[in-house]
């Protein structure tokens, strides 16, 4: 098979094509995934992300395009080739990283949300994602209601996961809604979305 690409002129492992792959991808890929790790969003297929990450990884040579040139037209490469490797290792893996961290916390100010919907698409993930510890009451589609503590060992799913959440105490309620007392030998509850009525959070 390798053999027939090289006679045929469709070498895809050549060090130019690996080249052009590294310089105009994969800077892109590390802004796709970055922006899928800080913020939820549905799971994209990878085959149809190649168009956005060529894209992106122009966006990112052109905000370092004054100093790439600065760079090229110095003798860097060849009087200091660890620093240039290390340049470029900034340029194609750390300051697509950088971009995406700028953009989010841009997105998140009141300013840009004036002309801009929040980054964040579901309340879910917005409140969960403040780890926050919180008294808890859910309110199932029976009518029964669960309460429980929601702290640094309870868990809540995230986009593009369907809602669930685990809570680490179950509490005793009173006919008031009140929080009496945690359950004896609770080691918390875990409920689904299909399940949920509406949630109520107290501090």
């Known amino acids: 098979m390798l053999l027939y690409e090289k006679e045929n002129g469709l070498d895809i492992w050549g060090l130019d094509k690996i080249y052009v792959f590294i310089m105009f991808v994969v800077p892109g890929f590390v802004c796709l995934k970055t922006y899928e790790l800080l913020i939820p969003s549905p799971v994209k297929d990878t085959s149809k992300q190649i168009i956005d990450a060529v894209a992106y990884s122009c966006l990112n040579y052109a905000f370092l395009f004054f100093f790439i040139v600065k760079v090229e037209n110095s003798s860097l490469a060849t009087t200091h080739l660890n620093l240039y490797f290390i340049f470029y290792f900034f340029v194609i893996l750390i300051f697509p990283f950088i971009i995406v961290l700028i953009w989010k916390w841009l997105r998140s100010t009141a300013f840009v949300q004036k002309n801009t919907p929040h980054p964040t698409a579901k309340p879910w993930d917005y409140v969960f994602a ?9 309110v199932l ?10 702290s640094s060992k309870s868990f809540a799913s995230s986009a593009p996961a369907p809602e669930q959440i685990y809570f680490e105490e179950t509490w005793v309620l009173n006919e008031n809604g009140g929080f ?7 080691a918390g509850v ?3 979305s299909n399940d949920i009525s509406h949630i109520e959070l107290r501090n």
């Open 130 to 138: 403040q780890r926050r510890s919180y008294w808890i009451k859910v």
């Open 141 to 150: 589609k029976d009518g029964t209601v669960i309460g429980g503590r929601y």
């Open 180 to 186: 009496v007392r945690a359950k004896n030998n609770t």
């Open 190 to 192: 875990l409920i689904l």
